[in-house]
């Protein structure tokens, strides 16, 4: 009786257990490593959540006025207090959240979005470099009040028409604020590009005839990502005080129409009396811009395959 | 890379004589009335003798070639006339505000010295604690350190002026007395006793300020330098056995500095547009009250030289910190 | 002890004593801030009320008003009338005679010279000036000697007191500004920056938009007076800030019109270095109603014009119904405080002019309901009032001002109480306020409902103020949107009315005009609804003594008397 030898269990072949994991598992399981990102998301969630689902359960309304309520303290009816007319802060802190959280995000990302590209595009194309650059200190040097004026001189009416007076502000409003703040990204990234561009792996997959958008979209933009992740995180605060801005030269919304930056604008004149009122609207903004901040920080070290490995 | 920087400055004029017509198209477009500030009380009749006496009667092509002439031609032989005691622009009108019915460069110069104490003061010590900051909390990414950096640099830059300021007023002002809360732009430093109530008065603004500006760059320079460390060059050199201060301050830094040099560019130019609120809070009344007021007032010919001479240092310092990308990474050419 | 008290009674002795013998200049030094800094020391070039207010202290009219609204000379013996013989019996001319002795700060005479050449200098056509409307009617001025000067009008003039009365229309030198007439008065920088005057105090130095340092005039014509030798004028920054200098840190000693909410005045003077100080005028906050349909659906040029009809505010029981609904007791508190009473006039004052309206002043939201459902407008979907399918919505605008603000929450929630809905809008006040015929948002242009802001009157007479409101001074296209009758009121019989008032020269009988006329715009026909009439509120510190607010002409009319408490 022969027996066939059995095979030698270390040499056998095992077929994969677990199918492969894609990029954006690890970077997933990266950023679920990164402490402060964690914390960082859930603290935007709980913001967004408080101000979107929070008027639906609170009594008050946010414009509502009552005059013998005015300029109370903490109490169990006003937790965070009333205002000079005796509106509900907390209210207005959730009315508010809502718009400058959209506004924020909205126009941090169209100026986000326009910056990069134009930084990408003047910095890898030498041919655009010079036009797109020279766009740019135009509008680096367009005065910015006149600017706002006359953009709601020629659009407000019409937007209003197509879209309603709130969409059309909103619309106007993040178009403002994009469209004049997204000069120092695009300087930024394409400083970084103009570097990038002459690095060896650039020219090993260019010689490997990658096109010119696969080395856009793969070898520059996930090298930039750090500057850009910065700006985005300076730029929702700047787009949340530049919407209190607005307001003021009435280009913003209805005065009656709390934000946090003009709920803070507001408070500041009562900041002896009553640093509650400044101090709401202050922690709404300095949270946001905190965990979008470190959520940042975690999505660029996820990014990154030289610290993911580790 | 000389050809490369003439070339630049060649075409920044046609740059420049563009962005100024836009400029100006832009404030004639702007809704706004220089009469604006005029009480009610005085007739609609009057008003509008007030703006036909500005000039406002002509057509627009005509006053902006009125300006251009004024600002390149008249402007600078005033200069040269105060430089050598010429006489060349004897008679001939210059840049006039609406305003103040004076020369606006004569205002622009008044305002420069108090300028240059607080905005550009702020701006150089910002620099210099940010880089320092971001520098290290690269380093010793989620350290202690880097943290409370992180925390108070994000907090800083989300609370805007208008509160900072405020706040510090009434904490140094108000409350304990040490320090004033309105700027003396008349104060001239001849001995030390007034030096010290130059310094004093200068405290708050240029702390405000400075937060600001640390925040930005300290976070620029901090993600700038974590792309940084852990290249593989990074690694050669420490096997070669360089220490590793060698390693970080001048491998590393060098290699992370571009994105920080062009943010520390794009922020130079705004020195000179002033602080508005800041300026507004302490009344330092710089550049930047000068232009808010100017603006508010619709004083034209005050905003459009402002905005000028604004957008010829932004174009400067574009070319500056193009250059100086050559000189930290020889890698990047232009021609 | 006795030591101590006798030091007191030494102190108290000196500071008698420097009373008695009072000295130019003893009291050293004053410093005062303006929120708004002052651009111009020429209030003919500017016109704005914080040049006017710097420019008197430097240069001065020949008479003021005083705290009450009185004339008294300044620069003259008296103020001309036609008891004294001042004022012709045919109202055309009146003759001012110049006290004897006056001298320029430069130490050179003040003659009647110099009187014609300020109003020359004014009235020249090309030169801008800011106060012609002082001047207007004025056919010449003459040099009858070296003190005395006639003014000739070209009609019957019942108040002759335009040119040479009030900060707005103060002397300036005719040597100085002989080089500075007509188009070349924009390029006299020298000269409108540092005025030679008369008045207690000379222009240092001046820089634009930031700060004037004077001192005190060495030929003033009280020897004793200014007791101030220098003062620094400091502009800029907030009311807040302005009011935190003298009331909290105690850095300087007046502060001007601090437009704040009552209860932060009060908190800030309850720290002890200084008082707030009110005064009223003729300041009146007031809605103003659209006669006319501003929709955006109509062409453009004839929206808002006379052409179209308010849809809705045409009907004066809606008008009245919307005034009723507002409680200005409430709305005075919170917004002035002291600085504020509510009122139903659009001509508070002086006490001749003011009509005895009081109709306005309490709150009647059922009243407004039931004379909405009368108008035939009905409770509809979402508690918003209905008529023949047209929704009761209003806009309504304002410029961007804390105060405003509040006001436009509290008014859309009585509105919304008896079913009118409203949208805000507050518009930055350089837009509002200027004439730009090409914006969209001037307060004349009127592209909304109503609208929300103050106005006030020159000098104690309403007679100008009143005149705006007739038919031809209404904002059209055809007037490039400028007129003061904002709301487009026509009324054949209020525009012979108002040419009675300009024939009419006895003080009683003038009142009783000026009054119906007030209430033909307020009470009779809702097209004005005044919330408050709006006093001035400035502060001064504990030891700046001998100041007097003054509505009726600038502030500073009197800081020659001005001094230092010990």
């Given at each position: 009786?022969?027996?066939?030898?059995?095979?030698?269990?270390?040499l056998?072949?095992?077929?994969?257990?677990a199918?492969?994991?894609?990029?954006?598992?690890d970077v997933?399981?990266?950023?679920?490593?990164?402490?402060?990102?964690?914390i960082?998301s859930?603290?935007?969630?709980?913001?967004?959540?408080a101000?979107?689902l929070?008027?639906?359960?609170?009594?008050?309304?946010a414009?509502?006025?009552?005059?013998?309520?005015?300029?109370?303290?903490p109490?169990?009816?006003?937790?965070?207090?009333?205002?000079q007319?005796?509106r509900?802060?907390?209210?207005?802190?959730?009315?508010?959240?809502?718009?400058s959280?959209?506004?924020?995000l909205?126009a941090m990302?169209?100026?986000l979005?326009?910056g990069s590209?134009?930084?990408?595009?003047?910095?890898?194309?030498?041919?655009l470099d010079?036009?797109?650059?020279r766009?740019?200190d135009?509008?680096l040097?367009?005065?910015?009040l006149?600017?706002?004026l006359?953009?709601v001189?020629?659009?407000?009416e019409?937007?209003?028409?197509?879209?309603g007076?709130?969409t059309?502000?909103?619309?106007?409003?993040?178009v403002?604020?994009?469209?004049?703040?997204?000069?120092?990204?695009?300087r930024?990234?394409?400083?970084d590009?103009l570097?990038?561009?002459?690095r060896?792996?650039?020219?090993?997959?260019?010689?490997?005839?990658?096109t010119?958008?696969?080395?856009?979209?793969?070898?520059i933009?996930?090298?930039?990502?750090?500057?850009i992740?910065?700006?985005?995180?300076?730029g929702?605060?700047n787009?949340?005080?530049?919407?209190?801005a607005?307001s003021?030269?009435?280009?913003?919304f209805?005065?009656d129409?709390?934000?946090?930056?003009?709920l803070?604008?507001?408070a500041v004149q009562y900041?002896?009396?009553?640093?509650?009122?400044?101090?709401?609207p202050?922690?709404?903004?300095?949270?946001?811009?905190?965990?979008?901040?470190?959520?940042?920080?975690?999505?660029r070290?996820a990014?990154?395959?030289?610290?993911?490995?580790? | 890379m000389l050809?490369y920087?003439?070339?630049?400055?060649v075409?920044a004029?046609p740059?420049?004589?563009?962005?100024?017509?836009?400029?100006?198209?832009?404030l004639?477009?702007?809704?706004?009335?220089?009469?604006a500030?005029?009480?009610?009380?005085v007739?609609p009749?009057v008003?509008?003798?007030?703006?036909?006496?500005?000039?406002?009667?002509?057509?627009?092509?005509i006053?902006?070639?009125?300006?251009?002439?004024?600002f390149?031609?008249?402007?600078?032989?005033?200069f040269?006339?105060?430089?050598?005691g010429?006489?060349?622009?004897?008679?001939?009108?210059?840049?006039?505000?609406?305003q103040?019915r004076?020369?606006?460069?004569?205002?622009?110069?008044?305002r420069?010295?108090?300028?240059?104490?607080?905005v550009?003061?702020?701006?150089?010590?910002?620099?210099?604690?940010?880089?320092?900051?971001g520098?290290?909390?690269?380093y010793?990414?989620y350290?202690?350190?880097?943290?409370?950096?992180?925390?108070?640099?994000?907090?800083g830059?989300?609370?805007p002026?208008?509160?900072s300021?405020?706040?510090?007023?009434?904490?140094f002002?108000?409350?304990?007395?040490?320090l004033?809360?309105?700027?003396?732009?008349?104060?001239?430093?001849?001995?030390?006793?007034?030096?010290?109530?130059?310094?004093m008065?200068?405290v708050?603004?240029?702390?405000v300020?400075?937060?600001?500006?640390?925040?930005?760059?300290?976070?620029?320079?901090?993600?700038s330098?974590?792309?940084?460390?852990?290249?593989d060059?990074?690694?050669?050199?420490?096997?070669?056995?360089?220490?590793?201060?060698?390693v970080?301050m001048?491998?590393?830094?060098r290699?992370?500095?571009i994105p920080?040099?062009t943010v520390?560019a794009?922020?130079?130019?705004?020195?000179?547009?002033?602080?508005?609120?800041?300026?507004?809070?302490?009344?330092?009344?710089?550049l930047?009250?000068?232009?808010i007021?100017?603006?508010?007032?619709?004083?034209?010919?005050?905003v459009?030289?402002v905005?000028?001479?604004?957008?010829?240092l932004i174009?400067f310092?574009?070319i500056?910190?193009?250059?100086?990308y050559?000189?930290f990474?020889?890698?990047?050419?232009?021609? | 002890?006795?030591?101590?008290?006798?030091?007191l009674?030494?102190?108290?002795v000196?500071s008698?004593?420097?009373?008695?013998?009072?000295e130019?200049?003893a009291?050293?030094?004053?410093?005062l801030?303006y929120?708004?800094?002052?651009?111009?020391?020429?209030p003919?070039?500017?016109?704005g009320t914080?040049?006017?207010?710097?420019?008197?202290l430097?240069?001065?009219?020949l008479?003021?008003?005083?705290?009450?609204?009185?004339?008294?000379?300044?620069l003259?013996?008296?103020?001309?009338?036609v008891?004294?013989?001042?004022?012709?019996?045919?109202l055309?001319?009146?003759?001012?005679?110049i006290?004897p002795?006056?001298?320029w700060?430069?130490?050179?005479p003040?003659?009647?010279?110099d009187v014609k050449?300020?109003?020359?200098?004014?009235?020249h056509?090309?030169?801008?000036?800011?106060?012609?409307?002082?001047?207007?009617?004025v056919?010449?001025?003459?040099?009858?000697?070296?003190l005395?000067?006639?003014?000739?009008f070209?009609?019957?003039?019942p108040v002759?007191?335009?040119?040479?009365m009030?900060g707005?229309?103060?002397i300036?030198q005719?040597?100085?500004?002989?080089?500075?007439?007509?188009?070349?008065a924009q390029?006299?920088?020298?000269?409108?920056?540092?005025p030679?005057?008369t008045?207690?105090?000379?222009?240092?130095e001046?820089r634009?938009n930031?700060?004037i340092?004077?001192?005190?005039?060495p030929?003033?014509?009280?020897?004793?007076?200014?007791r101030?030798?220098?003062?620094?004028?400091?502009?800029?920054?907030?009311a807040?800030?302005?009011?935190?200098?003298?009331?909290?840190?105690g850095?300087?000693?007046y502060?001007?019109?601090?437009?704040?909410?009552?209860?932060?005045?009060?908190?800030?003077e309850?720290?002890?270095k200084?008082?707030?100080?009110s005064?009223?005028g003729?300041?009146?906050?007031?809605?103003?109603?659209?006669?006319?349909?501003p929709?955006p659906?109509?062409?453009?040029?004839?929206?808002s014009?006379?052409?179209h009809?308010?849809p809705?505010?045409?009907?004066m029981r809606v008008?009245?119904?919307?005034?009723m609904a507002?409680d200005?007791e409430?709305?005075?508190?919170i917004?002035?405080?002291?600085?504020?009473r509510?009122?139903?006039n659009?001509v508070?004052?002086?006490e001749?002019?003011?009509?005895?309206?009081t109709?306005?002043?309490?709150?009647d939201?059922e009243?407004?309901?039931?004379l909405l459902?009368?108008?035939g407008?009905t409770v509809?979907?979402?508690?918003?009032r209905?008529?023949?399918?047209?929704?009761l919505s209003?806009?309504?605008?304002?410029?961007?001002?804390?105060?405003?603000?509040?006001?436009?929450?509290?008014?859309?929630?009585?509105?919304?109480e008896?079913?009118?809905?409203t949208?805000?809008?507050?518009i930055?006040?350089?837009?509002?306020?200027g004439?730009?015929?090409?914006s969209?948002d001037?307060?004349?242009?009127?592209?909304a409902?109503?609208e929300?802001?103050a106005n006030?009157?020159?000098?104690t007479d309403?007679?100008?103020?009143?005149?705006g409101?007739?038919c031809?001074?209404a904002?059209?296209?055809?007037t490039?949107?400028?007129?003061?009758n904002?709301?487009?009121f026509?009324?054949?019989?209020?525009d012979e009315?108002?040419?009675?008032?300009?024939r009419t020269?006895?003080?009683?009988?003038?009142g009783?005009?000026a009054?119906?006329?007030n209430?033909m715009l307020?009470k009779?026909?809702?097209?004005?609804?005044?919330?408050?009439?709006?006093?001035?509120?400035?502060?001064r510190?504990?030891?700046?003594?001998?100041?007097?607010?003054?509505?009726?002409?600038t502030e500073l009319?009197n800081?020659?008397?001005?001094?230092r408490?010990?």
């Amino acid at each position: 009786m022969t027996e066939t030898p059995k095979p030698i269990a270390a040499l056998a072949d095992t077929g994969p257990t677990a199918p492969p994991r894609s990029q954006w598992r690890d970077v997933w399981d990266q950023f679920r490593s990164h402490r402060g990102a964690l914390i960082g998301s859930v603290v935007l969630i709980l913001i967004i959540a408080a101000v979107f689902l929070g008027p639906l359960v609170w009594p008050y309304d946010a414009t509502f006025i009552d005059i013998r309520a005015r300029n109370q303290g903490p109490s169990w009816a006003h937790p965070f207090g009333t205002d000079q007319l005796g509106r509900d802060t907390l209210a207005r802190m959730m009315a508010g959240g809502q718009t400058s959280i959209a506004v924020g995000l909205t126009a941090m990302l169209l100026a986000l979005v326009l910056g990069s590209l134009v930084g990408v595009l003047a910095g890898f194309f030498r041919r655009l470099d010079g036009p797109l650059m020279r766009l740019t200190d135009l509008f680096l040097s367009l005065p910015l009040l006149p600017l706002l004026l006359v953009m709601v001189l020629l659009f407000r009416e019409s937007l209003n028409g197509v879209f309603g007076p709130e969409t059309g502000i909103f619309i106007l409003i993040v178009v403002a604020i994009g469209v004049t703040s997204w000069m120092p990204t695009a300087r930024i990234v394409r400083g970084d590009v103009l570097a990038l561009k002459e690095r060896e792996f650039i020219l090993a997959a260019r010689s490997i005839g990658t096109t010119n958008f696969g080395l856009i979209t793969r070898h520059i933009l996930p090298n930039v990502m750090s500057p850009i992740m910065v700006s985005a995180t300076l730029g929702i605060a700047n787009a949340i005080i530049t919407e209190s801005a607005l307001s003021f030269l009435g280009l913003g919304f209805p005065p009656d129409f709390p934000t946090w930056g003009r709920l803070l604008n507001d408070a500041v004149q009562y900041l002896q009396d009553y640093p509650e009122r400044v101090f709401w609207p202050g922690l709404g903004i300095s949270l946001t811009v905190l965990s979008i901040n470190y959520m940042g920080d975690g999505l660029r070290d996820a990014l990154d395959p030289r610290i993911r490995g580790r | 890379m000389l050809t490369y920087t003439i070339r630049r400055f060649v075409l920044a004029i046609p740059t420049l004589l563009f962005i100024s017509l836009v400029i100006f198209l832009l404030l004639e477009l702007a809704p706004g009335d220089p009469m604006a500030q005029v009480p009610l009380t005085v007739p609609p009749e009057v008003k509008e003798k007030m703006r036909l006496a500005l000039g406002l009667g002509d057509p627009t092509h005509i006053r902006f070639g009125k300006w251009m002439w004024q600002f390149f031609v008249v402007e600078p032989m005033t200069f040269i006339d105060w430089l050598f005691g010429t006489a060349w622009a004897e008679g001939q009108q210059r840049v006039l505000s609406w305003q103040f019915r004076s020369p606006v460069m004569d205002v622009i110069v008044q305002r420069m010295p108090q300028t240059l104490w607080v905005v550009a003061m702020s701006y150089v010590v910002g620099i210099l604690i940010a880089l320092p900051i971001g520098i290290y909390s690269a380093y010793r990414q989620y350290s202690v350190f880097d943290q409370t950096g992180t925390f108070v640099t994000m907090v800083g830059y989300s609370v805007p002026p208008f509160f900072s300021g405020v706040l510090v007023i009434v904490i140094f002002s108000v409350q304990l007395g040490w320090l004033p809360s309105i700027y003396d732009t008349t104060l001239v430093v001849v001995d030390w006793a007034t030096f010290k109530q130059q310094l004093m008065q200068m405290v708050m603004p240029v702390m405000v300020l400075a937060l600001q500006t640390t925040a930005q760059i300290s976070r620029f320079m901090r993600a700038s330098m974590l792309d940084n460390l852990n290249q593989d060059y990074v690694r050669t050199a420490r096997a070669k056995g360089l220490s590793e201060w060698s390693v970080v301050m001048v491998h590393v830094l060098r290699n992370s500095m571009i994105p920080v040099i062009t943010v520390i560019a794009l922020g130079v130019p705004s020195i000179f547009g002033g602080a508005i609120i800041t300026e507004q809070i302490f009344k330092v009344n710089g550049l930047g009250q000068l232009l808010i007021t100017a603006i508010e007032a619709n004083d034209l010919p005050m905003v459009q030289t402002v905005t000028f001479m604004i957008a010829v240092l932004i174009v400067f310092f574009n070319i500056v910190a193009d250059v100086l990308y050559g000189v930290f990474d020889p890698r990047i050419r232009y021609d | 002890m006795t030591l101590k008290s006798l030091m007191l009674g030494a102190t108290a002795v000196t500071s008698l004593a420097s009373m008695a013998m009072a000295e130019r200049g003893a009291d050293g030094h004053v410093n005062l801030i303006y929120w708004q800094a002052p651009s111009i020391m020429n209030p003919y070039l500017s016109g704005g009320t914080k040049e006017v207010e710097a420019a008197s202290l430097v240069i001065e009219p020949l008479g003021r008003y005083n705290t009450k609204g009185e004339m008294i000379p300044y620069l003259a013996e008296e103020i001309p009338t036609v008891a004294n013989g001042g004022v012709s019996e045919d109202l055309t001319s009146i003759t001012w005679k110049i006290k004897p002795g006056i001298l320029w700060s430069d130490g050179t005479p003040f003659t009647a010279n110099d009187v014609k050449f300020t109003a020359e200098y004014c009235m020249h056509p090309e030169g801008g000036c800011a106060q012609l409307g002082k001047y207007e009617g004025v056919s010449s001025v003459e040099v009858i000697d070296d003190l005395t000067v006639k003014v000739n009008f070209s009609q019957p003039t019942p108040v002759p007191y335009g040119p040479f009365m009030g900060g707005q229309a103060p002397i300036i030198q005719a040597a100085q500004f002989a080089d500075c007439l007509g188009a070349k008065a924009q390029e006299c920088s020298a000269a409108n920056f540092a005025p030679i005057g008369t008045g207690p105090f000379k222009v240092d130095e001046f820089r634009p938009n930031d700060v004037i340092s004077l001192s005190a005039n060495p030929n003033y014509r009280d020897p004793a007076k200014p007791r101030f030798a220098t003062m620094t004028f400091k502009g800029g920054g907030d009311a807040t800030a302005a009011g935190r200098a003298v009331l909290e840190t105690g850095e300087f000693d007046y502060a001007w019109n601090l437009q704040l909410a009552p209860d932060v005045i009060a908190n800030m003077e309850a720290a002890g270095k200084g008082v707030a100080m009110s005064a009223f005028g003729t300041l009146v906050e007031r809605i103003e109603m659209n006669l006319t349909d501003p929709s955006p659906d109509l062409p453009e040029g004839e929206r808002s014009t006379a052409k179209h009809p308010h849809p809705i505010l045409t009907d004066m029981r809606v008008r009245k119904a919307l005034s009723m609904a507002i409680d200005r007791e409430l709305l005075t508190e919170i917004g002035y405080g002291k600085a504020g009473r509510p009122t139903c006039n659009l001509v508070p004052a002086p006490e001749i002019f003011a009509s005895d309206n009081t109709d306005c002043l309490t709150q009647d939201i059922e009243g407004a309901k039931a004379l909405l459902e009368e108008a035939g407008w009905t409770v509809g979907a979402g508690g918003i009032r209905e008529k023949d399918g047209r929704k009761l919505s209003l806009l309504y605008q304002t410029s961007t001002n804390a105060v405003r603000q509040d006001f436009q929450a509290l008014i859309k929630q009585w509105w919304s109480e008896i079913g009118v809905e409203t949208e805000l809008r507050n518009i930055s006040a350089s837009v509002f306020f200027g004439s730009d015929p090409g914006s969209p948002d001037t307060f004349p242009k009127f592209y909304a409902d109503v609208e929300m802001y103050a106005n006030n009157f020159d000098g104690t007479d309403p007679q100008s103020y009143l005149a705006g409101y007739t038919c031809e001074k209404a904002p059209r296209p055809e007037t490039q949107w400028q007129g003061e009758n904002i709301n487009r009121f026509c009324d054949p019989a209020y525009d012979e009315l108002v040419k009675e008032l300009g024939r009419t020269a006895e003080l009683d009988k003038r009142g009783e005009i000026a009054k119906k006329l007030n209430d033909m715009l307020t009470k009779d026909s809702y097209t004005i609804v005044p919330l408050v009439d709006r006093g001035r509120v400035s502060a001064r510190s504990n030891t700046l003594g001998g100041v007097e607010l003054n509505t009726w002409d600038t502030e500073l009319w009197n800081a020659a008397d001005w001094f230092r408490i010990k």
